[in-house]
């Protein structure tokens, strides 16, 4: 079995960060061409939500494992430590070889890498 970690949170504001505040990322186009594997566990975890925002519920129904954290004033620790801790959980339980992808451009999944 594979892994994909998500950092939601780092790909919302680099997305933003590259392209303006109207650059989005586009996860259906995403889940369609790249989370079609079987064999392949999927892990998104962000910030915590508008309670009007239906993104996290539609992640859900397409497979993934959805974690989220309210967002404090240091950063977002919670989020990073979760993708790290869900990552390293996985290498060492694994018996064969297998494949991690980080979604990410945050320098605290160092370790993970």
């Known amino acids: 079995m594979d892994l994909l970690l ?3 949170s780092n790909i919302f504001i680099e997305v933003k960060n590259l392209v303006g505040q ?3 990322f586009d996860y259906d186009k995403f ?3 790249y989370t079609n594997f079987k064999n392949q566990k999927k892990i998104l975890v ?3 939500p508008p309670k009007s925002d239906e993104f996290w519920s539609t992640m859900r129904s397409k497979g993934f494992d959805v974690y ?3 967002r404090k004033q240091n950063g977002e620790k ?3 430590s979760k993708i790290i801790a869900k990552g390293v959980s996985f290498i ?3 018996n064969h070889s297998a494949t991690v992808n980080l979604l990410s451009g945050d320098f605290d999944m ?3 890498t």
Request: proline content about 4%; charged content about 25%.
């Open 6 to 8: 998500i950092d939601n």
């Open 22 to 24: 109207d650059g989005r």
């Open 31 to 33: 889940v369609r061409n």
């Open 46 to 48: 962000g910030s915590t």
């Open 68 to 70: 989220t954290y309210e």
């Open 78 to 80: 919670a989020v990073d």
């Open 92 to 94: 060492v339980q694994q």
């Open 110 to 112: 160092f370790p993970l």
